[in-house]
């Protein structure tokens, strides 16, 4: 039977599943779509798990606005000896993500906590490490027809994209452990801006900025030297 769909909807969400650091994701319209670029974030954070791997204790990772749980899960399969925390706003989007880290093996080696950014986060991590929404206000008439069927929640970031990082950084010391990075990815344009936004927040060193695929600074490292 031919199942009518609405126009522009994304192929990935009539098949309901997506590709991401080689392993198999469940997606639906509660969920961005795992995009390539966010795996080089992936990549840098995994390099950044061994660096600062140690003998005493787990490295503790936190991922905010982890959505479909992709960089989570990616990180979790790559490095299974990390205590992973992923917090999500949306308990839609948090559904998604459990049912991936079922699919992927990995439940007991995630805890998914419903929370807008820090608020309902508890302890020290390692490394935070965030796709947060960063499309500015402006950009959303732009969009692909089909980014815009993806949820608004997971997009929006404010007036000028930025305001997730604003709050990342005005409250992720108190999250971090001494020398904790936090790896973020970024939208085009935006690392003059989120360099100043790292840089004027107490403590942030800003390390360095990765380009993805397609020669575009896409990740940033910043690291809380305190
Ligand atoms: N990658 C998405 C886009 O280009 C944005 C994702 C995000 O806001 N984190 O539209």
Redesign the pocket.
């Known amino acids: 039977m031919i199942k009518m769909v609405e126009p522009y909807t994304p192929l990935q969400y009539i098949m309901g599943k997506e590709k991401f650091f080689g392993f198999d994701f469940i997606v639906n319209e509660d969920v961005?779509i795992p995009?390539p670029?966010?795996e080089v974030l992936v990549e840098r954070a995994l390099g950044i798990i061994n660096a600062v791997r140690c003998t005493q204790r787990a490295v503790r990772i936190l991922d905010l606005?982890t959505g479909s749980g992709n960089i989570a899960i990616s990180l979790t399969k790559n490095a299974p000896d990390c205590r992973m925390f992923a917090s999500d706003i949306s308990e839609k989007a948090l559904e998604v993500a459990r049912l991936n880290a079922r699919l992927n093996g990995v439940s007991d080696n995630i805890s998914f906590i419903k929370s807008d950014l820090f608020e309902n986060v508890g302890g020290e991590f390692d490394i935070i490490v965030s796709?947060?929404?960063?499309?500015a206000r402006y950009e959303f008439e732009t969009?692909q027809k089909e980014?815009l069927k993806?949820p608004l929640l997971?997009?929006?970031?404010g007036a000028d994209?930025l305001n997730f990082y604003r709050r990342i950084f005005n409250t992720a010391c108190g999250y971090l452990a001494h020398n904790g990075y936090c790896v973020m990815?970024i939208?085009?344009g935006q690392l003059p801006a989120i360099k100043n936004i790292i840089e004027s927040a107490k403590g942030f060193k800003f390390i360095d900025a990765i380009v993805d695929q397609y020669g575009i600074n896409r990740v940033i490292v910043a690291q809380w030297i305190n």
């Open positions: 961005l995009r670029e966010t606005c796709n947060p929404p960063y499309v969009l980014v993806e997971a997009l929006d970031g994209g990815e939208g085009f």
